[in-house]
């Protein structure tokens, strides 16, 4: 039985995640990607273009794939097409487009009669029209990822200095600007089928410090009730429920806003550190719901009675990383600790201030969030990293 993967570049997501859970599985995996050279060796891939729903279709047809899936934010919506097409459960196309565009997915909200954002759509090369009483305000591209040219701004004059600026690196991208919503950044974990939604859990998200919204740290913090019952009558008003997804938020006097929804599973290795802390083997659940088994067939777990906690190392400048850790995992009492390298050494690279910027990332994961904490910190100071510049 062939499942197929649609992806750009290789993930710890696919790699280590949904490969090894196809072959648990009992499936062959295929990979589809327009990008097949930059793939390890030892991973089917095939030459495929993965942004055209047509292509995937024709390279999934004459095998009878079981199951097509993506975990890229870039291509939800042509696989989701694609899976229509070819009979296979998947996400509904609609709801992957509304994800992925932020103007949209603001507008489907408001619609709803759910939450109101101030939004401005800046096509390339139009000057930016934006009312003063909308500042402070971010800019970011309205099909971005990864907090990549995401800016917050505190007038016009630095408003039209960044796109200006985003605009030297990507002349054709369309932006947005609307107001910045106060407040700590969380998030929400979801898996659902085609009748019910489940909540994995979330993350306290802390943020280094402005203009760029570069992600730190993330503390296991699952949504309280209110919360929860807010956050799914506003995926309802995207149509998202299949599959998996990540949702970015805030509260506000007690009312979720969203910040934005990854129709995938939250990324930067956190997919498989939440598979860890949850005790399931997360990926597999996933491909079980793209084979199209019930929500109800997954043993998710009603509770969970432990703590976790991510640190990234990021690059303080730009160059070439010289010396840096190895994969690790250890023992500190109680908590399990882990390292992986999210660069490689030797590689030269551009300080972004955004998720670009990881060297690595640190885990804990124990009975407690002071006892986590403690051997994290611990951890950390028994690591180093060099940057020559």
């Known amino acids: 039985m062939r499942l197929y993967l649609t992806a750009l570049n290789p993930t710890d997501a696919v790699l280590d995640g949904f490969l090894p859970a196809a072959a648990s599985l009992g499936l062959s995996a295929t990979v589809l990607t327009d990008r097949p050279a930059e793939w390890p060796a030892g991973v089917r891939v095939a030459r495929c273009a993965v942004r055209d729903p047509a292509a995937v279709v024709a390279a999934g047809a004459p095998t009878r794939a079981v199951a097509l899936l993506s975990n890229s934010d870039h291509l939800q919506e042509a696989t989701a097409i694609a899976a229509r097409k070819l009979g296979l459960p998947g996400k509904d196309p609609d709801a992957a487009r509304l994800c992925k565009d932020k103007a949209a997915a603001r507008r489907a909200i408001a619609a709803a009669g759910l939450d109101l954002v101030r939004t401005v759509t800046v096509d390339p090369g139009a000057t930016p029209d934006v009312p003063t009483g909308m500042f402070p305000a971010v800019v970011k591209p309205r099909e971005g990822v990864a907090s990549e040219d995401a800016y917050l701004v505190a007038d016009h004059a630095e408003l ?38 489940a909540s994995l859990g979330g993350w306290h998200t802390g943020l280094g410090p402005p203009p760029t919204f570069t992600e730190e740290s993330l503390a296991w913090s699952p949504p309280a009730e209110q919360a929860c019952t807010q956050l799914r009558a506003r995926l309802d008003a995207l149509g998202v429920g299949f599959g998996a997804c990540h949702t970015e938020y ?45 929500l109800t067939a997954l043993a998710l777990p009603d509770t969970v009675d432990r703590y976790a906690r991510v640190e990234y190392v990021c690059a303080d400048r730009s160059g070439r990383l010289v010396a840096a850790p190895g994969p690790l995992d250890t023992v500190h009492g109680d908590v399990r600790l882990g390292c992986r390298p999210l660069r490689e050494v030797g590689r030269a690279a551009e300080r972004t201030g955004t998720n670009r910027d990881y060297l690595a990332v640190l885990h804990g994961i124990g009975p407690d969030e002071t006892t986590v904490r403690q051997s994290l910190a611990a951890l950390r100071s028994d690591l180093q990293w060099t940057i020559a510049e």
């Open 160 to 197: 039209l200095a960044r796109v200006a600026e985003i605009r030297c690196r990507r002349p054709d991208v369309a932006l947005v600007v609307e107001e910045y919503l106060a407040g700590e950044l969380r998030t929400f974990e979801t898996l659902g089928d085609v009748t019910e939604l």
């Open 250 to 294: 805030v509260v506000s006097e007690g009312r979720v806003r969203l910040i934005e929804v990854n129709y995938r599973l939250i990324g930067d290795r956190m997919d498989l550190i939440l598979a860890e802390l949850l005790g399931v083997p997360l990926f597999e659940y996933v491909i079980r719901l793209h084979l199209g088994e019930p």
